[in-house]
């Protein structure tokens, strides 16, 4: 069965301490991603990785910064918290599903961390 | 970059009643289009999604259509039941990326 893990369902932090959010998968996927959730605006993407030390920004990536050392495991880190990153964090891995001509990428999420940042 | 709109941002309706949801995007290279559902406290699961060289597909009492001319597609319920209470997210993708696009949700209420 798919698994997605995040490092804490809650977290209280104060501004300008340096946070890290931790997500592993056990599916031996590429691609994850790291997404905040906020009311009325959805579900927007902060960074991505591809590949084992491989990153790329997303929509939002002001404030954030990832790692990707093991290919099971990406981190979000905020540099310097601030109030405005309070928030839902969710990670996401993606597989294949499907055989080779009908196969679309399912995204399987964590189950989030709401980040509080005081 | 892609730009998903999705409406309305809430909508409610009674227990075996349709309900439909829209959404549109801007880019026309994207050809994947998913649908996710959110619990109340629960993670986004993948309900339907559907590719831009099919029109529609269903699954028992969901079922999604695809206009590739207007940029828009759409997610349809039929006899909807007090579990199908959620946030239902619409997304884009160019595939190649295997980067989505999410809208910005709608909040669903089957009331009984």
């Known amino acids: 069965d798919v698994k997605v893990t995040q490092s804490s369902r809650y977290l209280v932090k104060r501004t300008g301490e340096k946070v890290f959010l931790e997500c592993v998968q056990d599916m031996d996927h590429e691609n994850m991603f790291w997404y905040r959730q906020d009311p009325g605006l959805g579900l927007r993407l902060i960074y991505f990785s591809y590949d084992v030390k491989m990153k790329e920004k997303g929509d939002i990536p002001e404030g954030y910064s990832v790692s990707r050392e093991k290919k099971e495991r990406f981190s979000l880190i905020l540099e310097s918290a601030s109030t405005n990153q309070t928030s839902m964090y969710l990670c996401a891995s993606v597989g294949r599903r499907g055989t080779e001509t009908k196969s679309s990428y399912e995204q399987y999420f964590g189950p989030g961390t709401r980040l509080t940042v005081t | 970059g892609e730009n998903v709109e999705q409406h309305p941002s809430t909508l409610s309706v009674q227990e075996g009643d349709s309900a439909v949801i829209k959404c549109t995007y801007s880019?026309?290279?994207?050809?994947?289009f998913p649908w996710y559902k959110q619990e109340l406290g629960k993670r986004p699961q993948l309900i339907i999604d559907i590719r831009s060289n099919v029109g529609e597909k269903k699954d028992q009492r969901i079922a999604v259509t695809l206009n590739k001319t207007a940029k828009h597609f759409s997610l349809h319920i039929t006899e909807t039941q007090p579990e199908d209470s959620a946030v239902y997210f619409c997304a884009a993708t160019t595939g190649s990326a295997r980067q989505l696009t999410f809208g910005s949700g709608t909040q669903l209420t089957v009331l009984p």
């Open positions: 880019d026309s290279a994207s050809n994947y």
